[in-house]
């Protein structure tokens, strides 16, 4: 599989390195790893959801019973998401970190998953909230304990954009 399991060990120690005990995910080619590396720890709670929207739920729960959380999901699945994003984690000033495998750019395949990558960015910004790239094992440390500090600082959602750069590996 082209999916970088290399990197995906970065971002999921980046994510543990903060405390992140909750992570909510639909599959997704991108997050496969990461999601397996969740579903085998132990000290990991890993809810997986029948629709993306729901971890906006979830980990508002995570929240208020003192356990740190992350989305896991697709650009798409952030896009479906924007109602439960604006009329509760932004309105009730949750927390949210959401991890996005960045589909859709330049190099994608994938026809069905170009619309969102083109919609993604323009979505983060009207709605406000701060986001960065993950492109350099080097910076995901960094970038995700931002991130995560700034989410629960501002009570409000932040995002990290999982980019071709990091997660594909050409064969």
Known sequence: MPVSQTNSRVVYAALKS???GLCSALPETWLVHLIRMAEDDPDMILLRLAKEEE??????????????SAMLMQNHGFLASV???VSFAQLYRI???MVISYRGHFGERDPWQTQGGTSTE???RALGIPYAFLDDPEKVARRVSEAQTLAYSSLHPTAVLLTRELMWEES
């Not at 971890?55 to 740190?68: I, N, P, Q, W, Y």
Request: some cysteine; charged content about 5%.
């Open 83 to 85: 109602n439960g994003i």
């Open 122 to 124: 323009s979505v983060l």
């Open 55 to 68: 971890g906006v739920g979830v980990s508002a729960g995570a929240h208020f019973a003192g356990v740190k």
């Open 95 to 97: 927390p949210l970190l």
């Open 18 to 20: 903060c405390g992140i």
